[in-house]
């Protein structure tokens, strides 16, 4: 008889209750889809700001002092280097999968027919590498600088053309009169080599007197092979809290559980630690400028998307309070006609809330599935990729649905219950 | 007149008669007005206050020398091309060699109150240096000469005229700085050391010039090339280059993140705008009743249609004008925790808002209106 009843409800009042679902469908596809966006929106700035470049620089231990502050040039400074054929272990270290892009550089130092004197930096452009992992990637300058703009020509492909191939810088380009396609005569410390310009590029910074060429011809001009000067790379982080300023100084002061939840957290400091310890002789360090912005400004994101996501979950759940109230304060006469044939109150409330949740699930399930949808398509206009679905909104949207519908009804159908059947069925409330 | 005075009688009263009924509605179309004028505020004011954000990147512009003689006064009449609440900070540096225990080292002669501002990612372990006598010590040169802050620190120069001497030391310059704190900051100033303008003059005997002047600049990439052609035109003793890499990163990402808060708005916006048009819809709908009595008694279409439109738009109205309010105290609430600072008001906003929540309640009562003039009084009143 029970479900004879709410069967009967569904079929005959579809209509009201169609439009109880849709709402429930809008408010649920709401907090589904910001949700959604609002759990994802960090790892998507954070690859915006990637744009930044590098966030960790890594170096030789020792290698500042003996260079920068003692001018040591040439070979005196032996041993002030970094092993290539380390730079893929890298991609080894526990938080391998948030180190996005990295690229090796060398400098050294050539001349030119006319006798002037320029920096080459070797570097990879698009390197590709098959890691143990069996993933692949593609790694280098070609998108760590993204910033510079391309004035001739193409960005040098490795895979493609052979190593002696160059970028030229566009005042060194200017003072020279070089143009994508020329050829360029470049004597290093080791070896001189005809090289193939593919390409000038304005960087609005110190780059633009510089040469540079694959990670190899460097090598080879200045006669350092295997050996790399530094290391940039540009790794997705949470941002530093007191624990991983404290670690960043000393990671032997902290206990054993602190250790572990800093060494298992992405903080810079911790990827830096991880870093050193499969690069023999290295130090690796934040680049202040680019971590500590990217930390303020992806808390910040979070927080703005957290409280608008929280207006709008008030701004759903009222909507469907109201609505749900509404519609069962509607039925007053129909549980006014059940009152005077002797229904009891658990009776109307039981089948007032089974109709309504009946209702709320089918317009819960299709409005999440609107929600992702709603979500997908701000991942796919904003960020140009698909936002991850996280299983937790799942829960939290149907604990929401339940809420959000018993708060909507339960006034109503107290006050139903209030009604005295003959002043209903008279018509005059 | 007296029939003017009737139908808003007719309106208030039926407000009034029908309160927890109409409170409901009033309530919802509150809450969409709210997120109309609270998100739209946002949305505005989201790349001045994240654009704050990013100074946190550094300068954007530097003024270097175009005439053969960079002084303070050529780089003051740069700056003050930008407007005083665009400028985040300016900072002039000046590069010489110097040598600490002997070992060459460069030093940079600033303003530390703009280089404070300019730089705000430098960490500084001790204190940043508040008067001249004092200066900074990359975290390198700390290391490598086992310095640390509170100390004393002896800086020599050789003036060029002394510098063809046989024995340069004679005649070094030398200034005794207290060491108030340690340079972090991952990139090359870990290599230098930091001292006033004034100390770096007085250690060399020069004065009057700087190398290279740093500008944190808030605005957008037009702007920013505005002021680089104004500098280049009005002022011609410097030269004013953007620093590539943070303008063109900041604008890609400035422009992600306000199309992000645009879309959500308006996803947020349509729903909550449906949501009204449904409770609206629901608010008529029970009163078909009250509509086939009306037209029993001989009202027309027209007089029920406005009359019912006149009733939703004055909700909307007043729905509206709560919308405003608390979608502004939402917006600042947002500002405050999120940037710590007061959002700037759209005036703009208070018409829109308004009208756009009177135009929504009015077009989504107006037909479920319509659909209930169209049913015979008989059968309604009759109850089928």
């Known amino acids: 008889m029970f479900l004879r009843m709410i069967r009967g409800t569904l079929l005959r009042q579809w209509k009201k209750m169609l439009m109880i679902a849709f709402t429930i469908a809008l408010g649920a596809s709401l907090a589904a889809a910001m949700l959604s966006v609002m759990l994802d929106v960090g790892d998507k700035v954070n690859q915006e700001l990637k744009t930044y470049g590098a966030n960790i620089t890594v170096v030789p231990k020792s290698s500042s002092v003996l260079n920068d502050l003692y001018d040591v040039e040439g070979e005196e400074s032996a041993g002030a280097y970094l092993r290539e054929d380390e730079l893929g272990k890298i991609k080894t270290i526990f938080w391998a999968f948030n180190i996005v892009d990295y690229a090796p550089f060398l400098n050294t130092q050539a001349n030119l027919d006319d006798g002037s004197e320029i920096q080459v930096t070797g570097s990879w452009f698009n390197h590709h590498m098959e890691l143990p992992t069996g993933e692949t990637l593609d790694a280098g300058i070609a998108s760590m600088r993204s910033w510079w703009e391309l004035k001739e020509g193409l960005w040098l492909d490795e895979q493609t053309t052979d190593e002696n191939s160059a970028m030229v810088g566009a005042e060194l380009a200017e003072a020279q009169g070089l143009h994508a396609g020329d050829t360029i005569h470049v004597t290093g410390t080791a070896a001189d080599l005809l090289l193939h310009v593919s390409g000038i590029y304005d960087a609005g910074g110190d780059e633009d007197n510089q040469l540079y060429v694959p990670l190899n011809t460097a090598q080879a001009l200045g006669g350092l092979d295997g050996k790399v000067d530094s290391i940039e790379v540009s790794a997705l982080t949470t941002p530093d809290n007191e624990l991983a300023e404290r670690a960043a100084k000393n990671p032997a002061s902290l206990t054993v559980a602190q250790y572990e939840i800093w060494y298992c957290t992405a903080y810079a400091s911790s990827i830096c630690y991880q870093i050193q310890e499969v690069i023999t002789d290295s130090v690796a360090s934040p680049v202040r400028q680019v971590a500590d912005s990217e930390g303020a400004i992806l808390e910040k994101t979070q927080l703005l998307m957290v409280l608008i996501t929280i207006l709008s979950l008030i701004g759903a759940a009222l909507g469907i309070c109201n609505l749900v109230t509404a519609s069962v304060m509607e039925r007053s006469s129909e549980i006014g006609l059940m009152k005077a044939i002797g229904a009891q109150n658990g009776a109307i409330s039981g089948l007032v809330l089974t109709e309504i949740f009946i209702t709320a699930i089918f317009g819960g399930v299709i409005g999440f599935l609107a929600g992702f949808g709603f979500a997908q398509i701000i991942g796919h206009t904003v960020f140009g990729s698909a936002i991850t679905m996280k299983p937790m909104v799942i829960p939290i949207v149907a604990v929401l649905v339940v809420l959000v519908t018993l708060i909507g009804s339960i006034p109503a159908i107290r006050m139903l219950l209030r009604l005295r059947p003959a002043e209903v069925l008279h018509g005059g409330h | ?384």
């Open chain 2, 1 to 384: 007149m007296k029939k003017r005075q009737m139908y808003m009688r007719m309106i208030t009263a039926s407000l009034m008669r029908r309160r927890s009924r109409m409170l409901v509605a009033l309530l919802s179309i509150a809450i969409g007005a709210t997120v109309l004028s609270g998100l739209i505020t946002i949305y505005y004011d989201v790349p001045r206050q994240m654009g704050a954000q990013f100074r946190n990147y550094g300068a954007n512009m530097i003024l270097t020398d175009a005439d053969g003689s960079f002084t303070l006064s050529d780089m003051q009449q740069g700056t003050a091309v930008i407007p005083a609440d665009a400028l985040v900070g300016a900072a002039p540096y000046r590069y010489e060699n110097v040598r600490i225990h002997e070992q060459p080292i460069v030093a940079a002669g600033t303003d530390m109150a703009g280089a404070r501002a300019t730089s705000p990612f430098w960490r500084v372990e001790g204190e940043w240096c508040s008067a001249d006598g004092q200066i900074l010590v990359g975290a390198n040169v700390a290391e490598s000469f086992r310095l640390k802050a509170g100390e004393m620190l002896t800086v020599s120069y050789t003036p060029e005229t002394a510098q063809t001497q046989e024995d340069e030391t004679v005649l070094d310059n030398t200034i005794d700085l207290e060491i108030t704190g340690v340079l972090d900051t991952g990139g090359p100033e870990e290599d230098y050391v930091y001292m006033s303008l004034a100390d770096l003059e007085t250690l060399t005997g020069e004065s009057g010039t700087i190398d290279v002047a740093e500008l944190s600049v808030s605005a957008n990439a037009d702007e920013l090339s505005s002021y680089v052609d104004r500098i280049n035109a009005s002022v011609p003793a410097v030269k004013a280059h953007l620093v590539k890499r943070v303008t063109a990163s900041e604008t890609t990402v400035l422009s992600k993140l306000q199309a992000l808060v645009l879309l959500v708005t308006i996803v947020v916006l349509a729903l909550t705008m449906i949501c009204v048009a449904t409770t609206m819809t629901a608010v008529v709908t029970e009163r078909r009743k009250e509509i086939g009595l009306r037209k029993a008694i001989g009202a027309s279409d027209r007089s029920i249609i406005g009359e019912f439109l006149g009733e939703s738009m004055m909700l909307g109205g007043i729905g509206g004008v709560l919308g405003v309010v608390l979608g502004y105290v939402f917006a600042q609430q947002v500002s405050i925790n999120v940037f710590s600072s007061s959002i700037r008001f759209q005036w703009l906003l208070v018409p829109i808002t308004i009208l756009v929540s009177i135009l929504v309640t009015g077009l989504s009562s107006l037909l479920p209106i319509r659909s209930a003039t169209e049913v015979d009084p008989a059968l309604v009143l009759k109850g089928e």
